[in-house]
T-cell receptor, first 111, second 113 residues
Framework: DQQVKQNSPSLSVQEGRISILNCDYTNSMFDYFLWYKKYPAEGPTFLISISSIKDKNEDGRFTVFLNKSAKHLSLHIVPSQPGDSAVYFCAGINTGNQFYFGTGTSLTVIP | NAGVMQNPRHLVRRRGQEARLRCSPMKGHSHVYWYRQLPEEGLKFMVYLQKENIIDESGMPKERFSAEFPKEGPSILRIQQVVRGDSAAYFC???????????FGQGTRLTVV
């Protein structure tokens, strides 16, 4: 049962433009949502999080938006840079501290 | 403060052998998670442990796989009688109690030949 879904396996964006990565979830009990970034042959690294009581969190070029009624969150990267090319995973954490990851979206930023 | 340490980074096993994957969480972290990434797939949860306890093993195959996180020492993911389908990257993550984000290790890439 995939509680967190990333329906776009890949995304290509021109350098300098906005990258928007989407994530949908089915579990209303998630307390927090996180985005992780993963380069090939490395472990995922934490990028940004958002509490379920907020609708927006911003950190530099990265902004995460949460729409609880739609059970949808998105990560915006503005402006996109070639070094942002990686696989991005979204995850939800429930009250039991359990992480549920999506299948990932591979972002390619074209110079 | 060293990050999450996984070893070995690469492990090659013949079919039928045992694979032992080790994960040393970050200092002060008492929660450990194991994930598996099959080729062309995302991260799949396997097991969630706290010291000496398995909290959730709903993602673990019922046979051949086991995990432990003893009071002293690293967490171990053990795969007995490996088969080709076990070939994957296995990631461990740890978090301190009550915090939000978990930190991942570099992963162990298991290849079964």
């Amino acid at each position: 049962d995939q509680q967190v879904k990333q329906n776009s396996p890949s995304l290509s964006v021109q350098e300098g433009r906005i990258s928007i990565l989407n994530c949908d979830y089915t579990n209303s009990m998630f307390d927090y949502f996180l985005w992780y970034k993963k380069y090939p042959a490395e472990g995922p690294t934490f990028l940004i999080s958002i509490s379920s009581i907020k609708d927006k969190n911003e950190d530099g070029r990265f902004t995460v938006f949460l729409n609880k009624s739609a059970k949808h969150l998105s990560l915006h990267i503005v402006p996109s840079q070639p070094g942002d090319s990686a696989v991005y995973f979204c995850a939800g954490i429930n009250t039991g501290n359990q992480f549920y990851f999506g299948t990932g979206t591979s972002l390619t930023v074209i110079p | 403060n060293a990050g999450v340490m996984q070893n070995p980074r690469h492990l090659v096993r013949r079919r039928g052998q045992e694979a032992r994957l080790r994960c040393s969480p970050m200092k002060g972290h008492s929660h450990v998670y194991w994930y598996r990434q099959l080729p062309e797939e995302g991260l799949k949860f396997m097991v969630y442990l706290q010291k000496e306890n398995i909290i959730d093993e709903s993602g673990m195959p019922k046979e051949r796989f086991s995990a432990e996180f003893p009071k002293e020492g690293p967490s171990i993911l053990r795969i007995q009688q490996v088969v080709r389908g076990d070939s994957a990257a296995y990631f461990c993550a740890s978090s301190p109690s009550g915090w939000v984000e978990a930190f991942f290790g570099q992963g162990t890439r298991l290849t079964v030949v």
